[in-house]
């Protein structure tokens, strides 16, 4: 089993920062991909961003430029450095690792940006 924790969620104005972390721990070899998704009220969920285990990243359009995705292998970690954060930016951020084959989802984080 894996499980996630995440952290670095809050409430910034719009122009803000904030950095989002999860963390990974269990039975855990090596992990694949890593990913970050985010839900709004009344959306779908939609993938934000994606880094491999080689270190190629995948962003959506609507963050290029602004969320930055990294990751500390020794800690088994993922980070969302996310800038320059709009209203629309507010939703549930949720981690998603893979892990042997499996996917493990993370709790979710708020982030909610004001105007």
């Known amino acids: 089993q894996v499980q996630l924790v995440e952290s670095g969620g809050g409430l910034v104005q719009a122009g803000g920062s904030l950095r989002l972390s999860c963390a990974a721990s269990?039975?855990?070899?090596?992990?694949?991909?890593m990913g970050w998704y985010r839900q709004a009220p009344g959306k779908q969920r939609e993938s934000v961003a994606r880094?491999?285990?080689?270190?190629?990243?995948f962003y959506a359009d609507s963050v290029k430029g602004r969320f930055t995705i990294s990751r500390d292998n020794a800690k088994n970690t993922v980070y969302l450095q996310m800038n320059s954060l709009k209203p629309e930016d507010t939703a549930v951020y949720s981690c998603k690792v893979l892990v042997s084959g499996y996917y493990y989802w993370g709790q979710g984080t708020q982030v909610t940006v004001s105007s």
């Open positions: 269990g039975s855990i070899v090596s992990i694949s991909s």
């Open positions: 880094i491999t285990s080689g270190g190629s990243t």
